[in-house]
């Protein structure tokens, strides 16, 4: 699978991926690896995430409290840092994913009305 | 903000253990072991670049870069450790003289008077410019309208005394003020112990209370907790204790006598000892106020100009118009600090040029430092490093080194500080509150700060715009300058030459001043003399005064005179009054005598005030004055004989201008004491001029009486001949106490220290900025040094090869010499412009020579001059031993 161009994928928009960690987060805690898989099998491959812009996401999203991370071993016994939502974060979610889906309803209604 | 607690290597290691996780998933998908390594890098994309990332926002760049910049500076700063010494102990030298100076301006200058409200404070000072004459004073009188004119809380007049205390062992002759009840409520400090006066007390003539001082109650009393309502005699009189000051309070006097006040003791002024109040009689010397609250000393002023025309319109007989009587206020603060001022900034102005030689030096010694990393500097340039990075990094080598140099100033500045106070005259006022304390503190850091930045700027400022390919073409050359740099550096050394001459100046002109004021014919001889100075009391009852009148007063003098002779090693001996001790009096002692002179009709009122001396005749002769016209008083010119005076040449010229003073007759009526003499007295001799009154003035009017004519109570004895000066204070109170064991006898100094003394002032400020002037000479000569050394280094190779190609040895030396002096002649030329400004600027505090002193300014030129060839001479003569075949190799 991962021999798809990844030109081919979409290129995500600037500050989604703050929305995506959080939203992949809700199910329980799981580390960057993981993170970012579930983002690209979710979004059915559709979606490319550079893995080394994940981290540092992570590090902006933990500083501001919305995530909180601790190192733990992972399902294949390998030394992984976790990341589990906090309240904050959940709030913050919450916040943002109606703030989404207005964005995307309005932009969508332009592109619509054009079209029409 | 906060440093982030996860570390760059945390974040690796996550990054490391993504990488893992990725290549198993990929190997459990069917990818070789090698091909999911590689799939699961691609995939991470650029691993520096996230922890880069990683790195800007997890922390605060600016404060990581500055620790950064600190830690690499120190590192640079140890790794060489003379070049470190050298700057430290130059910005040390520099930062603690700074600091000095400012701590003694911060206490004089800065500081608020030590009392509540003190922007309420004034001096009331009456003048008569009509008459020609400042303050005058103020009468008792004018004293009770301006207390009642609403423009003031208090009006408290103060007169400065000494008095014999009695009761202890020994009669000891304390300082005290006779103040009004109000005047301890005007200053607003309560006592420590007890109370202070009631300020609404009417008694017109002393309260018999008086409140003692720290200092007198820990001494004469040992600290007694019950001496409140003890007796104590004064001049004879009983007083009772009701209150002890606390240890820290002072008058707020000007000089270091005033303010070691030992008693206060209420009067009203009105009643004896004082004259009955008259309008004219201005008996009260300085007077202290303290204006209503909310009023500005301005408007306070403009009221007072109301209350004092209306006055002079209802007594148009005390204050005649052409008296042009006018009352000033002066901020306290002004009153105290008076013309200190001047000298002080005068240091201020050297120590900070010192300061900024200082600077300088350092700077030079960066840029040559800087030139030497060149290199390094280029390479992290080229290397990616932004240019401001390298700014700010040169910039905190700076300031690090500034800082250490500041710190190590400030230490031996504490270190030093007892020794400093020593050297400090004690005539600065408010000397006891000089302190390093946090304002000062807060000055050296500043100054430490701008220092830094001043000498750190000249080597960042080239970091900034290096010739890279240049830089870096020099292979293996490690200290080469661009040419920018080493003019740079020329710019600097003149710089420091033209502010080295403007100090040099500066301390040179007053070194002559000093000089001729040591030259000045002084009109006598203070050689083996010595004034002892002894007290008659003054009891508020005149009844019980046995010395009232001269006729009463002349026996005991007489005794004193014949006993004084009879000391071992005793010439001559005489007797004055204070004001008689030759610059040994402040102008609180001197009595003015209203004068009016026969022929012109002047009433007391509009009449010139005087400087009068009274003394017995043998003072001229011990003194050594010389007679010009007429004589010197005689045993018998006393109290039955008409009134004589002796005049000098001035007072001579001043009221018979073309005419022969001799003979002709003149009134004084002592506006201090109770006396009113009618009788006319009559000039019997006229002597030459004498430097009496100031060093720096030798035509003072001066006016001499017979004691024997006329009393006083403030006695100096002088004595004459081979004296022990430690013995003779002892030996003299023995013969004086064995005609009157009340009397204290005390305050005995050589006329030669009396002299020294008044010169004090001077001999320190020309001592600082001549010491200063000699720092900022000695860095000007390294500095010059420095870069003329650095000058024949880098054309090593070009000597070498002139050399070996024939050219004579000397005209090498000149060659260097030339480089050298074109500097210092720059610099010498800026800096005599420099200095004709700053010359004139402290025209006042020179005497005898002009601000534009030809010697002074050629001689401090050429001696810097001379300097500077000494200082290139050294590394010319390096160039000189240069061996032409290792010069060739060179490099």
């Not at chain 2, 007290?535 to 046995?546: C, E, K, Q, S």
């Amino acid at each position: 699978m991962s021999t798809q161009d990844a030109r081919e994928r979409l290129e995500l928009l600037q500050g989604t991926l703050d929305l995506l960690i959080l939203r992949t987060l809700i199910f329980g805690s799981q580390h960057g690896q993981g993170i970012a898989r579930a983002i690209q099998q979710t979004s059915d491959e559709e979606l490319l995430v550079e893995h080394g812009a994940l981290y540092p996401a992570l590090q902006r999203l933990e500083e501001r409290g919305w995530i909180s991370a601790k190192w733990g071993i992972s399902t294949n016994n390998r030394k992984a840092r976790f990341y589990a939502l906090t309240s904050a974060g959940r709030k913050q979610l919450v916040k943002e994913t109606s703030k989404w889906n207005r964005l995307t309803a309005a932009i969508g209604r332009i592109l619509e009305s054009e079209e029409g | 903000m906060f440093r982030r607690t996860r570390k760059a290597s945390d974040f690796g290691a996550e990054i490391a253990a993504h990488i893992e996780l990725e290549t198993e998933r990929l190997k459990e998908r069917g990818l070789s072991d090698e091909d999911a390594r590689t799939e699961a890098r691609r995939a991470f994309g650029n691993v520096t670049r996230a922890q880069e990332r990683f790195y800007e926002f997890s922390r605060w760049p600016a404060w990581d870069h500055f620790w950064q910049d600190v830690r690499y500076a120190a590192r640079m700063l140890r790794k060489s450790p003379g070049f470190t010494a050298i700057a430290v102990l130059t910005i040390a030298l520099g930062i603690g003289a700074t600091t000095a100076i400012f701590s003694v301006v911060d206490a004089t200058l800065l500081h608020p008077l030590p009392y509540p409200h003190p922007e309420q404070l004034v001096s009331v000072v009456d003048d008569l410019p009509g008459a020609g004459v400042k303050d005058v004073g103020i009468s008792v009188p004018e004293w009770h309208d301006f207390q009642r004119s609403g423009i003031f809380q208090y009006v408290s007049p103060l007169g400065g005394g000494d008095t014999n205390l009695t009761g202890s062992s020994q009669p000891t002759r304390i300082l005290f003020d006779a103040v009004p009840p109000n005047y301890l409520a005007l200053l607003g400090v309560p006592a420590q112990l007890g109370r202070t006066f009631d300020p609404e007390d009417q008694t017109p003539g002393f309260t018999l209370e008086v409140v003692i001082s720290d200092a007198l109650w820990k001494g004469a009393f040992g600290g007694d907790p019950r001496i409140l309502g003890r007796g104590i005699r004064l001049d004879n009189d009983l007083y009772r204790i009701v209150g002890v000051m606390p240890a820290g309070f002072h008058d707020p006097g000007q000089t270091g006598t005033l303010r070691s006040t030992e008693l206060w003791a209420a009067a009203g002024f009105a009643g004896p000892p004082a004259p009955p109040p008259q309008r004219n009689l201005r008996i009260l010397p300085q007077t202290v106020a303290r204006i209503q609250p909310g009023l500005t000393i301005a408007q306070a002023q403009s009221r007072l100009d109301a209350l004092v025309a209306s006055l002079q319109e209802e007594f148009p007989q005390d204050y005649p118009a052409q008296n042009a009587w006018r009352v000033r206020l002066v901020p306290l603060k002004q009153t105290v600090v008076g013309d200190v001022r001047q000298s002080l900034i005068l240091l201020l102005g050297a120590v900070g040029l010192v300061l900024l030689i200082g600077c300088v030096n350092v700077a030079n010694l960066l840029l040559a430092r800087a030139s030497a990393r060149g290199r390094e500097m280029a390479i992290r340039q080229a290397l990616g490093a932004e240019r401001a990075r390298l700014v700010w990094q040169l910039l905190t080598e700076g300031l690090l080194l500034s800082l250490v140099g500041g710190i190590v100033g400030v230490a031996i500045l504490f270190c030093a500080k007892g020794l400093l106070l020593k050297i400090v005259p004690d005539s600065l006022p408010r000397l006891n509150e000089v302190s390093i304390s946090w304002p000062v503190l807060l000055f050296a850091l500043l100054a430490s700060l701008v220092a830094g930045v001043i000498f750190g700027l000249a080597p960042a400022w080239h970091a900034g715009r290096p010739d890279l390919t240049f830089m870096l073409k020099q292979e293996g050359r490690g200290s080469t300058g661009s040419g920018e740099q080493a003019r740079t550096r020329r710019l600097l050394v003149v710089t420091e030459f033209a502010l080295s001459l403007v100090l040099m100046i500066a301390a040179g002109l007053l070194l002559r001043s000093f000089a001729d004021l040591l030259k000045v014919r002084l009109g006598f001889n203070p050689q083996s003399v010595m004034a002892v100075r002894t007290w008659l009391p003054v009891p508020n009852d005149p009844a019980t005064d046995i010395y009232q009148t001269a006729a009463q007063e002349a026996p005991f003098l007489r005794e004193v005179l014949r006993r004084g002779r009879t000391l071992p090693g005793v010439q001559e001996a005489a007797v004055g009054d204070l004001a008689s001790v030759p610059l040994g009096h402040s102008r609180n002692d001197l009595n003015p005598f209203p004068l009016i002179v026969e022929g012109s009709e002047t009433s007391i009122s509009e009449a010139p005030l005087v400087n009068g001396s009274i003394v017995t005749p043998e003072y001229f002769h011990l003194l050594g004055v010389t007679l010009l016209r007429g004589r010197f008083f005689a045993e018998s010119d006393d109290e039955k004989a008409p009134q004589v005076a002796v005049i000098n040449q001035t007072f001579a010229r001043t009221y018979w201008p073309n005419e022969d003073a001799l003979g002709k007759r003149l009134k004084l009526n002592n506006s201090r004491g109770a006396q009113t003499n009618k009788d006319w007295t009559t000039v019997v001799g006229v002597i030459a001029d004498a430097r009496t009154e100031s060093l720096a003035d030798s035509s003072v009017p001066q006016i001499y009486l017979s004691l024997y004519q006329r009393t006083a109570k403030d006695l100096a004895i002088f004595l004459r001949g081979q004296l022990d000066p430690a013995a003779i204070p002892v030996e003299l109170r023995q013969q004086v106490q064995a005609i009157n064991p009340e009397l204290p006898v005390f305050g005995a100094q050589t006329l030669s220290d009396v002299l020294s003394t008044s010169l004090s002032q001077r001999r320190f400020s020309m001592e600082v900025v001549g010491l200063f002037a000699l720092t900022a000479l000695l860095l000007a000569g390294l500095g010059i040094y420095g870069v003329i050394s650095y000058i024949v280094s880098e054309r090593t190779h070009e000597i070498g090869i002139r050399l070996a190609l024939g050219a004579q040895s000397r005209s090498i030396l000149s060659m260097v010499l030339r480089q050298g002096l074109a500097l210092a002649i720059a610099g010498a030329a800026i800096g005599l412009v420099c200095a004709l400004i700053v010359s004139h600027l402290m025209a006042g505090a020179l005497y005898g020579v002009r601000p534009t002193d030809p010697l002074t300014f050629a001689g401090v030129a050429l001696l810097l001059l001379g300097v500077a060839l000494l200082a290139c001479y050294i590394p010319a003569r390096r160039a000189l031993r240069i061996d032409p075949l290792v010069a060739l190799r060179y490099e």
